[in-house]
Every structure is written in structure tokens, then in C-alpha cells.
């Protein structure tokens, strides 16, 4: 009972309080080549250019995340990092894990007080809450493997942005005009601290078109080494921040083999550790595919309970056995076991609410030995890539690199400071999620990629903190249990259990009052919260063209394509 009470939503959920989501207004067209489904129109428009100049996806999504770090600064980055899963025009899949890691001073209970308590907000705000970025590693190794234009014909329109400036939203602004103390109390000066900002205001920022230049000119050594990495080691000191010049050229990115999961005639194709999404989507898809979902019905009692029980299930394995597997024998294939599954739900009633003290964690084989970017590619020749990047919270640590113009993330947050006690999230870990040097901390990014009849059928992932992977795995029944259009199954409002806290949260207007009535009789708890996790999808659709929708829930998704 204890974890009730908890602020489940400070960073994601509560920071869109003031949104409002018209579920009508969705933003999606169908094209018959080429489909983007991006968070921002000048980075997405930028990724259609690229695709038109005869760029692949992967080079689209290049110049894309090099764009968001210019003009969406709340979550697009450098100084953050990330998850791509690709499957190429022949299907082969691959997925790359640039996840940020913990510095080599990191400690396990470096958050902790005297009293073996956490520190409130010192995993959350300041330089001591920054992770290693691995956002420049990875784009720049997903370019040297699948890329097709110059490296630096797709930094330039990034380049570009900072130099010459772009206008800021309405939603931007009112981002920026709500952490404007945060800038003050960790910067001199940003770009975004001038509190007359308005509407429509231009903003320019050299120091990061200065950093990007050097990133074009220099690939990963314009980052991780030279002037950019002093720059980032002095702002580390000036802090109390622990990342030194060994930490950045030490950091890999790490090319793997995705998780995939079979579900009837589909095939999930996803993230792996050190990323949650994609075993926890697989787990929850496997244990609900013996239920029949469509004669349930969208949102009615028995589909409600019998996905939020698999929702309840899977987080709680996520809490106990995943973390880096670099640094934890994750029971991967244990977890994924279509037996291990099935009995999982075993205890599963019909006629009474589980409770999350009562469901812990499965026995598995152990083996020996918010804020967050999306954006969904298919190109022309039928590759697609799905790729989830973050700073954690809006503006990450909120440290700007002075002289670099780019924020910080926040990401060892995502750690378990103390077995038990949740992040910002509300995501409790234990030991598999400990901290350690050069360990990457555990995320809910949840990008992925599922065929049908073998076949490119989907390609979708969002932004959402720990309610990703519900919010993919929603959107994917929608279109292949209850036979949505892909707008509407974007647009669908959802609910949401991540084991602890023992709730269902819901948006306005996911459960009907009947459907909330029968639930809560059964012994369910609800909170009720303004909106989750933000989709960007596209599909391909019988005829072969490519449906592409962006998420009402945020007023700058957008999409593209020709």
C-alpha cells in the first residue's frame, strides 16, 4: 500500500496535465511509396527530404534525430541516447543498442544518504544524474552500416536549424516557460532561458551549430574526443558530475539481435535488454494470445481485466530480472518460454481482481555464468526502422553544456538506486538494475517492428516513460485483435498497469462507466490521468501503400511521406 500514494506521473504524466487530447484530431495520410511518422514537422520534414533525395531510411532517420536536437530540445538530443530496431527490404532484422552507461566513478549507492535513504531528486536534476550520452555513437554507427548518403549531407540540415533559427510552438513554449527556474538554478545562460519567449519566437543557437559542425566534420570523434569532450568534462566539474574524458571514449554503441515473438500469423520484432520493451511486449502478446480478445470486445470487462493481469505480470518480472545483460544474466530465453507464459497466467481469475503482492516475480531458469522521441520510417524499397531516443525528463538533467549548446540527460534515474524504491517512473528494480560503472540502466523503450504472413505489416514505438510498452502493445490489438484503422488505434485512449503501484491508470474516455463500475466491484483500483504514451506508426496496407499516424496526444507529431 505504501507505493499508492506515489507521483507516479511527475515527469511524464504530470507534465501534460494542461493537455487536452481531441481523440478526433487525428493527424495521418496513407502514401504510396515512402511513410514518416515523426514527433516535430521540421524534423520530419527533413527525413521526407532526405527519402527524396534517394536517402534510405536509415539516412532519414540520421538527419531526423540530428534535427531534434535542434528543435525539440525537451527530448531530442546529443546528449541523451537511444534504441533502433531495423528490418530491411529482405526482412533481416537488427537491432542497436545505444543506451547511455554509467560513469566510472558511478557507485551503487551513490544516491543514497547516511541513513541508507534516497536523495530526492539527485538522480533527477544536476549533474550527478547524467549517464554517458550514446545518442552520436549509435546514429553514426547505424550510418557507417546501413547509410547510403554522406554523413555530412545529412548533418547539415541540423546545422542548419541551430544557425539560422527556427519558431517555436505553442506547446514548446509552454514546455520551456515551465522548467525556466531549472535552466537558472544549473546554467548561466541557455538559449531557452529568456523568460519573454513567446509564441512564434525565433531561436538561434550557435554554440550547438558549432558542436554539429564538428560531429560532421569528425563523425564520433567530433563528440566523443576534442573540444566537444572538454567542453562536456568541464561542465561535468563545474558540477559535481562524474563523466571524465576516459568515460566518453570509452563508450560503444552495441549492435544485437532483436527480441522476436510470435503472435498468431504476426511476428513482434523489438528491443532487448538493456531495454525492457520488447521482452515485457513479447511476454504480455504470448500471454494473451490463448484469449479471445475480439469476442471480448474493445474495452469491455473481460479484455480490460485479462490484459491489465498480463500488464501486471510482465512488470513484474521487468522489476526483478532485467537489466544490462552485460552485467546480469537476464533469463531472456526463460522469460520468453511459451510454457513459462502459460503458467503465468495460470492464476488468473475471472471473478476477482490479482494483487500485485500476491503476483511477484515467475520462477525462470536462471542462466549460468518523458522525455522520450519516437519516429516509425518505411522507404521506398521497403526498409523500415523504428527508433526511441531520450534525455529521460524534459530537458533531461537540465544542464546545458556551456559553450555546447546541448542538454543533458538525466538517465541514471533509470537505475535502482535502492531495491524497491521507485524512479520518477514509479518502476521499482532490484539487483539485476543495480548501478555499476559503464552498466547501461534499464529503459522502456519500446521500438518496434512486426510482420504479418511474414511480411512488413507495421512499424510503431512512442515516447511515454513506463508506459511505452502498454501503449505499443494496445495499438498493435487494436489493429490486429479489434481490426482498427490505424488512426483510430493511435488515437484509442488506453489504460495502463505496471504492477506497482496496484492501480489501473486510464485516460478520459478508455473505460466506459459500466466497464470502470464492474472492475472495481471485482477489487480493481483506478486513477484516472489526462494521457500516456505518444504513438508515431505507420502501416502497410493490403494494396501495398503506407498508412501514417502521428499521436493527437501531442500537438507536434506529424507525419510525411510521397
Not at 532561458?193 to 509564441?199: A, F, H, P, W
Not at 512488470?315 to 510454457?339: I, K, T
Not at 483510430?488 to 486510464?506: C, G, K, M, S, T
Request: hydrophobic share 40%; proline share 6%.
Amino acid at each position: 500500500m505504501k507505493y499508492l500514494p506515489l507521483l507516479f506521473c511527475l515527469s511524464i504524466l504530470a507534465c501534460r496535465e494542461e493537455l487536452k487530447v481531441d481523440y478526433e484530431a487525428q493527424k495521418a495520410s496513407v502514401f504510396p511509396q515512402a511513410a514518416i511518422a515523426g514527433p516535430h514537422p521540421l524534423a520530419t520534414q527533413t527525413g521526407l527530404e532526405v527519402l527524396r533525395r534517394g536517402g534510405n531510411a536509415i539516412d532519414a532517420a540520421v538527419a531526423m534525430q540530428l534535427t531534434m536536437a535542434v528543435v525539440f530540445p525537451r527530448a531530442g538530443n546529443i546528449g541523451g541516447g537511444g534504441f533502433l530496431v531495423y528490418r530491411a527490404a529482405d526482412g533481416e532484422t537488427l537491432s542497436l543498442d545505444y543506451r547511455e552507461t554509467a560513469p566510472s566513478a558511478a557507485k551503487r549507492d551513490m544516491y543514497l544518504d547516511t541513513a541508507g535513504n534516497v536523495t530526492e531528486g539527485l538522480s533527477t536534476r544536476g549533474h550527478l544524474a547524467v549517464g554517458v550520452p550514446g545518442t552520436v555513437a549509435g546514429i553514426v554507427a547505424m550510418h557507417e552500416r546501413l547509410g547510403s548518403l554522406p554523413w555530412a549531407e545529412l548533418v547539415q540540415p541540423a546545422i542548419d536549424f541551430a544557425e539560422n533559427g527556427y519558431r517555436l510552438s505553442e506547446s514548446e513554449i509552454d514546455r520551456i516557460k515551465r522548467y525556466h527556474a531549472d535552466f537558472t538554478e544549473f546554467n548561466d545562460f541557455t538559449p531557452f532561458s529568456d523568460s519573454t519567449l513567446g509564441v512564434g519566437a525565433q531561436v538561434k543557437q550557435p554554440d550547438l551549430a558549432a558542436t554539429l559542425s564538428r560531429i560532421r566534420d569528425l563523425g564520433h570523434d567530433g563528440f566523443y574526443t576534442g573540444e566537444t569532450a572538454d567542453l562536456i568534462v568541464t561542465e561535468m566539474e563545474s558540477g559535481g558530475g562524474l563523466i571524465t574524458h576516459e568515460d566518453l571514449s570509452a563508450y560503444e554503441p552495441k549492435w544485437k539481435e532483436p527480441i522476436t515473438k510470435a503472435y498468431r500469423n504476426y511476428r513482434l520484432i523489438s528491443m532487448p535488454p538493456s531495454s525492457s520493451g520488447g521482452l515485457a511486449l513479447a511476454q504480455m502478446a504470448k500471454m494473451l494470445e490463448p484469449y479471445p480478445l475480439e469476442e471480448y470486445g474493445f474495452q469491455r470487462v473481460r479484455s480490460v481485466q485479462v490484459i491489465a493481469e498480463a500488464m501486471r505480470r510482465a512488470y513484474a518480472d521487468r522489476a526483478e530480472y532485467l537489466g544490462d545483460a552485460d552485467f546480469y544474466p537476464v533469463p531472456v530465453d526463460s522469460l520468453l518460454n511459451d510454457a513459462y507464459l502459460l503458467e503465468r497466467m495460470a492464476d488468473y481469475r475471472t471473478d476477482s481482481a490479482g494483487t500485485s503482492t500476491d503476483i511477484t516475480a515467475g520462477q525462470v531458469a536462471m542462466k549460468e555464468n518523458f522525455e522520450t522521441t519516437h519516429i516509425s520510417i518505411v522507404d521506398s524499397l521497403g526498409n523500415a526502422v523504428s527508433i526511441t531516443t531520450t534525455l529521460n525528463g524534459n530537458f533531461g538533467s537540465k544542464v546545458m553544456v556551456d559553450g555546447g549548446g546541448f542538454f543533458l540527460n538525466n538517465e541514471m534515474d533509470d537505475f535502482s538506486a535502492k531495491p524497491g524504491v521507485p524512479n520518477m517512473f514509479g518502476l521499482v528494480g532490484k539487483e539485476a538494475n543495480a548501478i555499476q560503472p559503464g552498466k547501461r540502466m534499464l529503459s522502456s523503450m519500446t521500438p518496434t517492428i512486426v510482420e504479418k504472413d511474414g511480411e512488413l505489416f507495421m512499424v510503431l514505438g512512442a515516447p511515454g516513460g513506463s508506459t511505452i510498452i502498454t501503449a505499443v502493445l494496445q495499438t498493435f490489438l487494436n489493429v490486429a485483435e479489434y481490426g482498427m484503422p490505424l488512426p483510430e488505434a493511435v488515437a484509442a485512449p488506453r489504460f495502463h498497469h505496471q504492477w506497482l503501484p496496484d492501480e489501473i491508470l486510464y485516460e478520459p474516455d478508455a473505460l466506459a462507466d459500466g466497464v470502470l463500475d464492474s472492475l472495481e466491484a471485482l477489487g480493481y483500483q483506478f486513477r484516472e490521468v489526462n494521457s500516456m504514451a505518444v504513438i508515431k506508426a505507420v502501416q502497410v496496407l493490403p494494396d501495398g501503400s503506407l498508412q501514417a499516424a502521428a499521436d493527437p496526444r501531442n500537438p507536434d507529431d506529424d507525419v510525411e511521406g510521397y
